[in-house]
């Protein structure tokens, strides 16, 4: 099974959003991205920290049990 999940990047620095702590931060290297699992979420956090725009890429990732976004 696999679910669909987005990551964010600034257009500006090519820097990824990823999550520290409960704090949104930019991180240069992609896996160290954090996952976003609805498009809705990875827009809303990109439109409060990409003032000059941002771009969103969608992949899936394996579940290691069942989710509710689950694609088969």
Not at 28 to 48: K, L, N, Q, W
Request: aromatic content about 16%.
């Amino acid at each position: 099974m696999f679910a669909r999940r987005w990551l964010v990047q600034d257009a500006q620095t090519c820097r990824f959003l990823a999550d520290t702590c409960g704090d949104s931060v930019f991180v240069e290297m992609i896996r160290r991205a954090y996952p976003f699992e609805s498009r809705d979420t990875a827009v809303i956090t990109a439109i409060e920290h990409c003032r000059d725009g941002f771009q969103l890429f969608d992949f899936f990732q394996p579940c290691p049990f069942e989710c509710e976004q689950a694609v088969n």
